[in-house]
Nanobody, 121 residues
């Protein structure tokens, strides 16, 4: 059974920084993509940033230049460094992983439980 556990959310003033972490655990064979999504009240969940096992990254336009995604493949961990935070970054941030477990032939998509990020003005 696979679990994605996020940490690092909280309350911060505009202009501040936070670092989110997400650890994947279980019978993992290979992780293809790890990323972060967010969902603000009344809005759809959106991609924030993603990172492939090969090191390619992708960012939402709204966070480019402010957020940085990184991975520690040996620890099955993905990070999101968030700088210059704005009130509009307030949302629940979800970790996402496209991964293959031991004994399976195909990858599946998994979600963490989410961590709240609140940016005050």
């Amino acid at each position: 059974q696979v679990r994605l556990v996020e940490s690092g959310g909280g309350l911060v003033q505009a202009g501040g920084s936070l670092r989110l972490s997400c650890v994947a655990s279980g019978s993992i064979f290979r992780i293809n993509v790890m990323g972060w999504y967010r969902q603000a009240p009344g809005k759809q969940r959106e991609l924030v940033a993603a990172s492939t096992s090969g090191g390619n990254t992708n960012y939402a336009d709204s966070v480019k230049g402010r957020f940085t995604i990184s991975r520690d493949n040996g620890k099955n961990t993905v990070y999101l460094q968030m700088n210059s935070l704005k009130p509009e970054d307030t949302a629940v941030y979800y970790c996402n992983a496209d991964l293959q477990t031991q004994g399976t032939s195909y990858p599946y998509n998994y979600w963490g439980q989410g961590t709240q990020v609140t940016v005050s003005s």
